[in-house]
């Protein structure tokens, strides 16, 4: 059965969409891991798809309308899986490393003046550390896996404190807030590198 376009009421062809990083995006920027957004009019954007999430799509051949479908479609990484547990490891990895690191995150704050990297510093956790796609008891030791948790909870937490209102770094680097997450960070880092 054919359906139409909402569009142009061309017809529409079934596939998947998925977001992915180029290496050029990962030399320019320094991580390439990217995700698709959704903001509908006067309400709050949302995440529609991430990286390496694969979601039934349909495209109108005549004006390119892309309709995405989350139906029938629960992500899980497992240990049959080695290369994107690879993946994730290491961004979460990466990750970590710049909240530990005052002078990493300076240096990318100076690499890209017009980005507030301390809301690119949380949402890159967002998109890296997810329990709902990849299970950590597979992957991290029982004391790894509680230090993400730990460190996921108190990054929700002062993220939340924010209210919208997200100091840049200059600022934000000065309180304890920094501090603790830059110290819970190291702590994972150097459990990490065992």
């Known amino acids: 059965m054919n359906l139409k376009c909402p569009n142009c009421n061309g017809i529409i062809v079934h596939g998947t969409a998925r977001i992915h990083g180029t290496m050029f995006g990962f030399l320019f920027v320094g991580f390439s891991y990217q995700n698709l957004y959704f ?6 954007e949302y995440k529609v798809l991430g990286p390496n999430m694969p979601v039934q799509a349909m495209i109108c051949k005549n004006c390119e309308t892309l309709v995405l479908s989350q139906e029938n479609y629960k992500p899980n990484i497992t240990s049959e899986e080695p290369e994107l547990i690879e993946l994730s490891t290491n961004n979460t990895f990466n990750t970590l490393k710049l909240w530990s690191s005052s002078e ?6 100076l690499e890209c003046p017009d980005i507030n990297i301390v809301t690119s510093l949380f949402n890159q956790w967002k998109n890296v550390f997810r329990p709902d796609v990849m299970n950590y008891k597979d992957v991290f030791e029982f004391k790894l896996q509680s230090l993400l948790y730990d460190f996921d909870w108190e990054l929700s937490r002062v993220y939340k404190s924010f209210e919208q209102n997200i100091p ?6 000065e309180t304890k807030d920094w501090e603790g ?11 990490f590198d065992k």
């Open 168 to 173: 840049h770094l200059t600022e934000f680097i």
């Open 104 to 109: 990493l995150q300076k240096e990318r704050q």
């Open 39 to 44: 903001q509908p009019n006067n309400e709050r």
């Open 181 to 191: 997450l830059n110290s819970k960070a190291i702590k994972i880092v150097n459990e």
